[in-house]
């Protein structure tokens, strides 16, 4: 035998034994992806079965883990849960999450369509939006940062049992939450809204805003109070635009009291104030006066911003008393 027959007669050994170990790496990976896909519907109907031990009904029909190779996440036809005291009530239509096999806790996912119900003691209202995006980096007690997404959004005063009228009706809207320091940064922001309150006209918004931090955030949403009474936080922009160009916004801080009495220190700026002033005054006929006056203030002050102070739930701009502002619950 020649030397070249010994070598590539080597050649092919380790050839064959890199096939071999390529092959028994690939088998290794599916059988450890399909072990963790069965851990996650496992750990699905463990949760269920703990929502259903505690009085709740919690569901998550044709539940699958999907994804191989390079993903993994959960998929159902249909997502609902109801608490216990019926309190609180969520469904959903296609829900589908993703993560990459190497960053697990970080998750996308999308559902078709949600609804909201909350029974009237948790502030008895109802919401319902199409086409929802999310995505969550996770941890414990909360996810690290969170985002969504979605469109057609309704809110309505319609808690569960019972019947009430659409208040907001917004053409997308989004949120954004993450941890700070124990606090909680939010981001709220909604677009192209029809604003419906009792009893009253229509108001079109181009768009609302709301970026704030809730001050102990993480320990109140680990713990959440049965009220609202004690809790702080901090106004960064909370902005209403009802044209492109003409809107209010309102920034600082904000605390309410064991009584429920609000306190606030807050900065109000207006763009185009005559505009906003009469688009306020035919939606609130009642207090068209008073509306007109501020407006005429910040008219003349041009860009600067005026004062408005609650004490004890009673509420001034500037020298005009604005009235009570009645305890939270």
């Avoid at 092959?23 to 949760?47: P, R």
């Avoid at 309150?197 to 001050?215: A, F, Q």
């Avoid at 104030?273 to 609130?284: C, F, K, Q, S, Y």
Wanted: aromatic content about 6%; proline content about 5%; some cysteine.
């Amino acid at each position: 035998m020649t030397s070249s027959d010994t070598q590539g007669g080597r050649g092919s050994s380790k050839f064959i034994w890199l096939a071999i170990g390529i092959i028994l790496a690939i088998a290794a990976y599916t059988a450890g992806w399909f072990y963790v896909g069965g851990m996650i519907e496992q750990n699905v109907d463990q949760t269920l079965y703990r929502a259903s031990g505690e009085g709740g009904q919690a569901q998550c029909s044709n539940r699958e883990a999907r994804g191989y190779p390079f993903r993994i996440g959960l998929f159902c036809d249909r997502v609902s849960f109801v608490d216990g005291r019926e309190d609180i009530a969520v469904e959903g239509n296609g829900f589908r999450t993703a993560a990459q096999i190497y960053n697990p806790y970080r998750i996308v996912g999308e559902m078709d369509d949600i609804k909201l119900r909350l029974s009237k003691e948790r502030g008895g209202f109802g919401a319902t939006g199409q086409g929802v995006r999310f995505s969550a980096s996770l941890d414990e007690p909360l996810p690290q940062r969170a985002s969504m997404t979605l469109e057609d959004l309704n809110v309505d005063t319609t808690p569960i049992g019972q019947s009430g009228w659409t208040v907001l009706k917004a053409l997308a809207g989004e949120a954004h939450m993450r941890q700070r320091e124990g606090d909680l940064d939010l981001f709220v922001q909604a677009r192209s809204l029809r604003v419906t309150p009792p009893e009253l006209g229509g108001i079109d918004l181009s768009r609302v805003e709301v970026d704030m931090t809730v001050e102990e955030g993480v320990r109140l949403a680990e713990a959440p109070p049965g009220s609202l009474r004690g809790i702080s936080f901090v106004v960064r922009s909370a902005s209403a635009f009802f044209t492109d160009e003409a809107g209010i916004s309102v920034s600082g801080p904000v605390s309410i009291g064991p009584d429920g009495l609000i306190d606030a220190k807050l900065e109000v700026e207006m763009d185009r104030p005559a505009e906003v002033g009469e688009i306020l005054a035919a939606a609130l006929p009642d207090q068209a006066d008073q509306i007109r006056s501020v407006m005429a203030g910040f008219a003349m002050l041009g860009n600067a911003s005026l004062p408005l102070r609650i004490e004890k739930g009673r509420a001034r701009i500037a020298f005009i008393q604005l009235g009570r502002l009645p305890a939270v619950n």
